[in-house]
Nanobody, 115 residues
């Protein structure tokens, strides 16, 4: 079992920045990809950004150029730097961690961007 602790959500004005963190602990297996998903009210959960253990990244088109994902493998922590936030970025953001066999989700952290 993997425990994921997320932090960094909150309320910010449009154009502002937030940094999300997600620390993973308790894994008996090597962690492969780590990422962030989000779910807005009435919408499906969607991938925001993902980073592999080797550092390869991919982003949703809607956040390219504004969000940056990074990870500290020694700390099993993934970060999401969110700049130039827009009201449409408002959602619950979920940390996602994948091992060879399992996928784990964080409890979610609310990000609200006011116009």
């Amino acid at each position: 079992q993997v425990q994921l602790v997320e932090s960094g959500g909150g309320l910010v004005q449009a154009g502002g920045s937030l940094r999300l963190s997600c620390a993973a602990s308790g894994s008996r297996f090597s962690i492969n990809a780590m990422g962030w998903y989000r779910q807005a009210p009435g919408k499906q959960r969607e991938l925001v950004a993902r980073i592999t253990s080797g550092g390869s990244t991919n982003y949703a088109d809607s956040v390219k150029g504004r969000f940056t994902i990074s990870r500290d493998n020694a700390k099993n922590t993934v970060y999401l730097q969110m700049n130039s936030l827009k009201p449409e970025d408002t959602a619950v953001y979920y940390c996602n961690v994948m091992t060879n066999s399992y996928t784990f989700w964080g409890q979610g952290t609310q990000v609200t961007v006011s116009s």
